[in-house]
T-cell receptor, first 114, second 108 residues
Framework: EAQVTQNPRYLITVTGKKLTVTCSQN?????MSWYRQDPGLGLRQIYY???????DKGDVPEGYKVSRKEKRNFPLILESPSPNQTSLYFC?????????????FGQGTRLTVV | SQQGEEDPQALSIQEGENATMNCSYK?????LQWYRQNSGRGLVHLIL?????REKHSGRLRVTLDTSKKSSSLLITASRAADTASYFC????????FGTGTSLTVIP
């Protein structure tokens, strides 16, 4: 089954404690991205990657890091989380082309930073 | 930001009525897509319309695209309580840009 898997689904952490949210897709997609969703603000892109070892900033990259060492995995790293990073996070993947087609989303990670 | 803007932000209708949501965007696009999100869950793809298409149908969904006005609309006909969700448009121009969404409530 084609899917994007995020872990964990829920996470409560304390300010400053490094954490990683994993994302994996099984569709051999080149394009992967991370979004955060906050009430009234829709989905805002944090980082995206067009292929292995190719990553770029989205609209709200501050406080986040990503890596793309393998095509299937695209982890999101918060080196020193702060309360304003409390949000619902989504990973997505799609083919990379001039007419890309649909994006597949993970089920989301609800992060609370206290 | 190049994200789309959906209108209205919230919509409440009776079961059986039609629901129309609009999306406006700012730049040229390769295609435009509509997604649905049930509360707190991941987004699910509904329909894609290419920049050279004007209208597309999928079951009870009808999407129109007017590239001269940089706008799109999603029509859900004969709505059901199960259609209650948030709906997002996404423009694809090298990256996906999502709007802020329309929250649809269908009252049984």
């Amino acid at each position: 089954e084609a899917q994007v898997t995020q872990n964990p689904r829920y996470l409560i952490t304390v300010t400053g404690k490094k954490l990683t949210v994993t994302c994996s897709q099984n569709m051999n997609h080149e394009y992967m991205s991370w979004y955060r969703q906050d009430p009234g603000l829709g989905l805002r892109q944090i980082y995206y990657s067009m292929n292995v070892e190719v990553t770029d900033k989205g609209d709200v990259p501050e406080g986040y890091k990503v890596s793309r060492k393998e095509k299937r995995n695209f982890p999101l790293i918060l080196e020193s989380p702060s309360p304003n990073q409390t949000s619902l996070y989504f990973c997505a993947s799609s083919l990379l082309s001039g007419d890309r087609g649909r994006a597949f989303f993970g089920q989301g990670t609800r992060l609370t930073v206290v | 930001s190049q994200q789309g803007e959906e209108d209205p932000q919230a919509l409440s209708i009776q079961e059986g009525e039609n629901a129309t949501m609009n999306c406006s965007y700012k730049t040229s696009i390769n295609n435009l897509q509509w997604y649905r999100q049930n509360s707190g869950r991941g987004l699910v793809h509904l329909i894609l319309i290419r920049s050279n298409e004007r209208e597309k149908h999928s079951g009870r969904l009808r999407v129109t695209l007017d590239t001269s006005k940089k706008s799109s609309s999603l029509l859900i006909t004969a709505s059901r309580a199960a259609d209650t969700a948030s709906y997002f448009c996404a423009t694809d121009r090298n990256q996906f840009y999502f709007g802020t969404g329309t929250s649809l409530t269908v009252i049984p």
